[in-house]
Nanobody, 122 residues
Framework: QVQLVESGGGLVQAGGSLRLSCAAS????MGWFRQAPGKERDLVAG????????YYADSVKGRFTISRDNAKNTVYLQMNSLKPEDTAVYYC???????????????????WGQGTQVTVSS
């Protein structure tokens, strides 16, 4: 059983920054998702097991950076230039699958964290 523990959410003003962390065990393909009220849960960023492949949703490209420290079994999401539309619950997820040919939409996630709230005020 894999436990994912997220931290780093909070309230920030527009233009500010936050860094989310996700502590996990073992080596997995990792993703950060977010879900705003009344909306679907969407993949925001993903990173392969050794960091060689990364994915960003168009809405966060150039503002968010995903990274991982496998020695610490931790994945990070650095969020800069935050906008009110980034407000959501952010979830960390782990997949036992490998990303092939950057087909991130085909990755299915096996384990989920409890979520952490990010609120960006205007």
């Amino acid at each position: 059983q894999v436990q994912l523990v997220e931290s780093g959410g909070g309230l920030v003003q527009a233009g500010g920054s936050l860094r989310l962390s996700c502590a996990a065990s073992g080596g997995y393909t990792m993703g950060w998702f977010r879900q705003a009220p009344g909306k679907e849960r969407d993949l925001v960023a993903g990173i392969s097991r050794h960091g060689g492949s990364v994915y960003y949703a168009d809405s966060v490209k150039g503002r968010f950076t995903i990274s991982r420290d496998n020695a610490k079994n931790t994945v990070y999401l650095q969020m800069n230039s935050l906008k009110p539309e980034d407000t959501a619950v952010y979830y960390c997820a782990a997949s036992t699958a490998f990303v092939r040919d950057s087909r991130w939409s085909e990755v299915r996630y096996d384990y989920w964290g409890q979520g952490t709230q990010v609120t960006v005020s205007s």
